[in-house]
């Protein structure tokens, strides 16, 4: 006899110990081990961390994630790793051949068919239950204000808690769930979907006269206060705090705040900043830029004044001095008044203030000696050189550029028209 099969013989019934004991002396298919990342001999918590490590960024990221997540309903039970790590995927039921069987297959057989990644157990042997209950995503509009200074913001919410008068079970007293008619106590039923034009697989669905659960309770068994449903609604007060320096669509996390189910811990409730639109400012990462109108005489002669009042109500001074001037469009930079740095609100970015000059109106011009005012300003500029040999004299009216273009009746991208409308046009050539 064989010294290898000598020693199968003499071990005891397999386990998970022993099942890694024949690995050392036979070879065995390790492509869900490979798919994880981890060595035959992994124990479950190098499982559980390889399978946690997922590349969101992978253009496959949804295809690997069904294999992996299948692969490791594998391996972390302990009767399918040990059929697996003695016959392959043949003791599980899987392609003959020793490969992977069909994502879509697996997928469907382990997580009820769902392939929406989401760990649910559609009754007994369904799979696994799920880790922790559905995150609620509540998007909460801040104004810029709230992002500059920080904010506490107290809500009202309302979530699903577990019953507390039949504490999650759904019935009164010791009354006993009956089996489903529907899905035989299965907690699913089967889909039969067709994969490929060839080729035809069954899926499981939760079933949906029990819930999924197997069972039910009759109609004068259930618990008056939650109806069955073993939750029941419930009003609290939330507190969130949106610091200084946070973004637009930043998340605040209230871990374990979200609806409760009977044996899942509750999931979260996560806020989404939405910052709404500031009619002074605009920000850029840690910078602010806000536009700042001066008088003619400013621009000139220089000005010493509050410009802007900041996201915080202080008044921002601002001297420029005499015979510096300044043009439309100009720009300068406060160091140190942008925006706190989020977790670092000591720190902050910059203030860009960019300038418009206000002309003077036609009441000022009709109240001053325009014959002074000429001899002070610099000269009206010349003709152009060189001069045209034609010069129409024309006359103009006002108008807004936001015009500019409209005049267009035309849109030659939306024409339809046929090669017949230009005689002698040749059809254009394609490459195959």
Known sequence: MPMLLRVFLLLPPLNHQWVTLIFLLLPVDTELYDLLGVPPTASEGDIKKAYRKKNPDDPNAAQKFQEMAAAYEILIDSQSRAAYDAQGMSGLGGSSDGGMPDPADMFAQFFGGGGGGAFFDFGPGAGMRP???????????????????????????????????????????????KECAQCQGKGWTAIHTQLSPQRYGTARAKCTDCNGEGSKFREKDRCKKCKGAKTVKEKNRQEIFVEKGMVDGQKIVLSGAGDEEPGVPPGDVVFQLKMTHHESFERSGPDLMTNVKITLSEALLGFSRILITHLDGRGIHVANPPRKIIKPGHTIIIRGEGMPTYKNPDHRGNLYIVFDVEMPDATWMNAI????????????????????????????????????????????????????????????????
């Open 369 to 432: 000696d325009g014959k002074l005012l000429e001899q002070l300003l610099p000269p009206k500029k010349a003709d152009l050189e060189p001069t045209p040999s034609v010069v129409d004299e024309v006359t103009f009216e006002e108008a807004d550029i936001e015009d500019f273009g409209e005049g267009d009746e035309h849109d030659w991208e939306d024409d339809d028209y046929d090669d017949d409308d230009f005689p002698g046009a040749q059809p254009e050539c394609r490459p195959q």
């Open 131 to 177: 880790r922790k209950g559905q995150d609620t995503h509540i998007p909460y509009d801040v104004t810029l204000e709230d992002l500059y200074n920080g904010k506490s913001i107290k809500l009202n919410m309302e979530k699903e808690v577990v019953c507390n008068g039949c504490q999650g079970i759904g019935a009164k007293g010791s009354a006993k769930p």
